[in-house]
């Protein structure tokens, strides 16, 4: 649920007791640690003088494109790991990027587990940084990171600054 669609009571609880989850706190401790090891396997942000910016995505999405050539419908434990990094580092460059909104912990979608996403005041949805990278990887299309952030941008922005 987004900005747009009031809580139950119920649900409420069940949402705040996970945000103060110790396993959201952890993850949540981790980004400086992830976010440095990320830089160590894609050369692409090395190279910038502060990856974590738009122009970090397109080094992101030319990282993952070269590392999933012809992706199948599974992945190996660290496959999913490096996906993690990279949606991690997604979601940090769109805080950024935005300059509001904050991360939660919760199921966006019922039967798939429960995970980091982001919450941003104005935008009704949920933004799953795993799924735009999986769009990156089995849709091929350039810049679809750069495009969504646009979209973030061009929504929240009037009504928040």
């Known amino acids: 649920m987004g900005d747009d669609q009031p809580y139950t009571a119920l649900e409420r609880k069940r949402h705040d007791r996970q945000q103060r989850s110790p396993e959201f706190r952890a993850w949540l401790a981790a980004e400086s640690d ?4 990320l830089v160590t396997l894609v050369p ?6 502060d990856p974590w910016t738009p122009t970090g995505l397109a080094a992101i999405e030319d990282a993952a494109l070269a590392r999933f050539p012809d992706p199948g419908e599974t992945v190996t434990d660290d496959e999913m790991a490096y996906l993690d990094l990279i949606a991690r580092a997604i979601g ?4 950024r990027a935005i300059g509001a909104g904050k991360w939660v912990w919760l199921q966006i979608l019922a039967g ?5 996403a982001l919450e941003f005041p ?11 990278i999986r769009r990156v990887i089995f849709g091929r299309e350039p810049d ?7 979209a973030l941008v061009t929504w929240e922005i009037p009504a928040y600054r």
Not at 34 to 37: F, K, N, T, V
């Open 144 to 150: 679809t990171l750069a495009r969504q952030l646009d």
């Open 112 to 116: 798939n587990p429960i995970g980091a």
């Open 92 to 95: 940090h460059i769109y805080l």
């Open 122 to 132: 104005g935008v009704g949805v949920y933004i799953d940084p795993a799924e735009s």
């Open 44 to 49: 692409g942000l090395a190279n910038l003088e």
């Open 34 to 37: 992830d976010l440095a090891q």
